[in-house]
């Protein structure tokens, strides 16, 4: 199932494609984020893990400009907006034109097929020819397994189907970065692993990716580097295997004992 990346060839190794410094928001008097700092080369995977209500989702959606920080810099490839100034409608939307979002619960539009879905970002906001935008939608859908389904409705998909749908959909607008909010947690457990499996690949052929998940098997054989959260900063941050297996800070080590003791 090999399929390119078409920015693999054009960025060189190792060049800096997130940088996140400062980082704060607030909701009402709700500290959410207090000063996250992020720095995320190209084709390496990061997975944000934390308790709930720590702010990783928060950071995902202010790298794809969902939420307006209310401090702080984000930098993604040549693009870089500092919320500590007032930022512009155009400015948010070339910040989330170099990067896509795969969210928890699909977000696929219900009135549309499938190819429908996948083209529209490519031929609406990037103004791409609709049979270019198409023959590419068509070879990604066959890379997941759903080329039969592309004139299908999301209402006639699993789940798992339906996710797999938004990972295309978010390739297909060719980004620098991919986002991942938890893209396993609203599924039955037995399609879980459909959908893990191409985020696999995804990272094997070099995708940059920042992954918030649960699934700590999954970050540890798939990720680069994991980022532990908590009360909305940066605990511990390392090597996969590292913070997973013998983490330093305390506060990590209470959370992974607590969560696989849940297991």
């Avoid at 960025?11 to 009402?28: I, M, S, Y």
């Avoid at 791409?128 to 070879?139: I, L, Q």
């Avoid at 986002?179 to 052929?205: M, R």
């Avoid at 649960?214 to 590292?242: I, K, N, S």
């Amino acid at each position: 199932m090999s399929h390119t990346n078409p920015l693999a060839a054009t960025q060189p190794a190792g060049e800096v494609v997130l940088n996140v410094t400062g980082l704060r928001k607030a909701f009402g008097n709700n500290e959410v984020l207090k000063g996250i700092d992020l720095q995320i080369r190209r084709g390496s995977v990061v997975a944000l893990i934390g308790p709930s209500g720590s702010g990783k989702t928060t950071v995902l959606r202010s790298l794809n400009g969902l939420e307006t920080p209310d401090g702080g810099s984000v930098t993604i490839g040549a693009t870089t907006l500092d919320f500590s100034a007032s930022v512009s409608k155009k400015q948010v939307a070339e910040l989330r034109d170099r990067s896509a979002m795969v969210f928890q619960h699909y977000n696929l539009f219900p009135h549309m097929t499938v190819l429908q879905n996948v083209i529209e970002g490519p031929v609406q906001v990037q103004k791409r020819p609709r049979a270019e935008a198409t023959t590419e939608a068509e070879s990604l859908l066959a890379r997941v397994g759903l080329l039969e389904k592309k004139d299908s409705y999301p209402f006639e998909l699993s789940g798992g189907q339906q996710q797999r749908v938004g990972i295309v959909r978010a390739l297909a607008l060719r980004p620098q970065l991919l986002l991942f909010d938890e893209p396993t947690s609203a599924l039955d457990p037995e399609l879980v692993g459909d959908v893990l499996t191409v985020i696999k690949e995804l990272a094997q052929e070099g995708w940059t990716m920042v992954l918030v998940t649960h699934e700590l098997a999954f970050a540890r054989q798939t990720a680069d580097e994991v980022v532990f959260m908590d009360g909305g900063v940066v605990v511990e941050r390392g090597p996969a295997a590292e913070v997973l297996s013998a983490p330093q800070e305390a506060r990590t080590q209470q959370f992974l004992q607590r969560v696989l003791h849940n297991y």
